[in-house]
């Protein structure tokens, strides 16, 4: 594995179509070597690095099933005009929509919905706890009738 912040290696890079991906190249003494990196863009030469993926379709399917907001891509502007340390930016990144992709295809409950769960309880002065750890039947109740009171005609039993 090569140490990509010693002097002895020659960084060059270059753009394939429209930003991304960009192909780094790595010379040494002995060889050569080619590294792909997909997702990373800049707009120039001397502008920092940003993070852009498209979203699948499949994604955008399901955001628009869930009534959220179905952007083309997401980017993010990674605040750094290294190169070395934007491919370990770009990494992290990837791997975070992959698990989101993940999360959102299984129907798992991702991370932002438990967080608003958690203060849509909150809001209405009842605990996030496990269903194995409650004991009384009442929170629930007291959680419907809080929502009773915020609609205009009762709930329908």
Do not use: C
């Not at 912040?5 to 190249?25: A, I, M, N, S, W």
């Amino acid at each position: 594995m090569f140490n990509l912040t010693e002097k002895r290696y020659h960084l060059q890079y270059h753009f394939d179509k429209v930003g991304y991906p960009v192909k780094f190249k790595f010379n040494t003494n002995h060889a050569s070597i080619v590294m792909k990196v997909r997702y990373m863009w800049r707009k120039s030469d001397t502008s920092p690095w940003y993070y852009r993926r498209k979203l699948p379709d499949d994604i955008k399917a399901i955001l628009k099933q869930r009534g959220e907001p179905t952007p083309v891509s997401r980017v993010k502007a990674l605040r750094t005009h290294s190169d070395v340390l934007a491919v370990k930016l770009v990494g992290r990144e990837t791997r975070k929509d992959d698990e989101y992709f993940y999360q959102l295809r299984e129907g798992i409950a991702t991370s932002k919905a438990l967080k608003l769960a958690e203060r849509q309880l909150n809001d209405h002065g009842l605990k996030l706890a496990p269903a194995s750890a409650q004991t009384a039947p009442i929170d629930l109740d007291l959680y419907y009738d809080k929502l009773q009171e915020m609609v205009e005609s009762p709930l329908v039993n």
